[in-house]
């Protein structure tokens, strides 16, 4: 299995913010890399597909870049809504491994 | 509205079995794969498997393999997942999401999500 970490795990932060999540793929993976938030008692939410492509409906302060084994999540400037868990997922190979996710709390 | 709506909570003792839903609306069934993840309680997401409702093509994670089967009704539009014999190790909250229809094993993501089922297993 390809494992997919995150860093970092938690991680606080002020509104008005930029903020960065990490994940590192244990191969390369091309661009094959997706990012979901979840809120507590939610389920998760497409945010970025294609390492870069921004799902519809999602804002544009929400960023993805990346290719290979490292890829970014960019929050330009952080909304009281942003705070939540973060995950990457790779679609390279099946099972198509979650990283173990980033916890984005108010500083 | 493309929707995924699942079965309800879950109380079951270890040694029981169950199966529980997802059904689709607003969109071609069979036009989409439908993954499942599991949550445990805490902690992150983990894929489990796959299936394509066109033809029950299923791709399970190796973790998953042997422990629970994933299964699909394409005349209602339901996507199942079944355990034979649970185990209090099975406690979690179950995700049914929608895929696009690409390669078996490369590419694609979950779009959109259910509302999820917890499953809760205890003597």
């Known amino acids: 299995d390809i494992q997919m970490t995150q860093s970092p795990s938690s991680l606080s932060a002020s509104v008005g913010d930029r903020v960065t999540i990490t994940c590192r793929a244990s191969?390369?993976?091309?661009?094959?890399l997706n990012w979901y938030q979840q809120k507590p008692g939610k389920a998760p939410k497409l945010l970025i597909y294609?390492?870069?492509s921004l799902q519809s409906g999602v804002p544009s302060r929400f960023s993805g870049s990346g290719s290979g084994t490292d890829f970014t999540l960019t929050i330009s400037s952080l909304q009281p809504e942003d705070f939540a868990t973060y995950y990457c997922?790779?679609?390279?190979?099946?099972?198509?491994?979650f990283g173990q996710g980033t916890k984005l709390e108010i500083k | 509205e493309v929707q995924l709506v699942q079965s309800g909570a879950e109380v079951k003792k270890p040694g029981e079995s169950l199966k529980i839903s997802c059904k689709g609306s607003g969109y071609s069934f069979t036009s989409y794969w439908i993954g499942w993840v599991r949550q445990m309680p805490g902690k992150g997401l983990e894929w489990m498997g796959i299936?394509?409702?066109?033809?029950?093509?299923?791709r399970y994670s190796p973790s998953f393999q042997g422990q629970v089967t994933i299964s699909a009704d394409k005349s209602i539009s339901t996507a199942y997942l079944q355990w034979n014999s649970l185990k209090a190790s099975d406690t979690a909250m179950y995700y049914c999401a929608r895929r696009p229809l690409v390669g078996a094993t490369t590419g694609g993501w979950f779009d959109p999500w259910g509302q999820g089922t917890l499953v809760t297993v205890s003597s």
């Open positions: 299936i394509y409702p066109g033809d029950s093509d299923t």
């Open positions: 191969q390369s993976i091309s661009n094959y």
């Open positions: 294609a390492a870069s």
């Open positions: 997922q790779q679609s390279y190979s099946t099972p198509h491994t």
